[in-house]
């Protein structure tokens, strides 16, 4: 059974720093590309950052460099980098998977971020 299982999210200060994991098993991850996507309170779910199954590290441009995704196929985990968070990332942060070929999608159950001083 496919498992999608996120980490690391809690109560972070504004300003702080924040590392959300996201462990994959029962998939071949290297097939995979990944991404992080997150749903504040009364709004729909966004795309936060997406890095391939290629590459091991991206940096998001729109996020003037804040938030940085990476991955590690030797741990079938992708990870989620955020410096300086501020109180507007607050949101349920999930994680996903899409097959490179097939398309199958996967998603984690959620972890829980809230940026509070």
């Known amino acids: 059974q496919v498992q999608l299982v996120e980490s690391g999210g809690g109560l972070v200060q504004p300003g702080g720093s924040l590392r959300l994991s996201c462990s994959a098993s029962?998939?071949?991850?290297?097939?995979?590309?990944m991404a992080w996507f997150r749903q504040a309170p009364g709004k729909q779910r966004e795309s936060v950052a997406s890095i391939a199954s290629f590459e091991t590290i991206r940096y998001v441009n729109s996020e003037k460099g804040r938030f940085t995704i990476s991955r590690d196929n030797a741990k079938n985990t992708v990870y989620l980098q955020v410096d300086s968070p501020k109180v507007e990332d607050t949101a349920v942060y999930y994680c996903n998977a899409v097959h490179i070929t097939n398309g199958n999608t996967y998603w984690g159950q959620g972890t829980q971020v809230t940026v509070s001083s």
């Open positions: 029962a998939i071949n991850f290297r097939m995979y590309n």
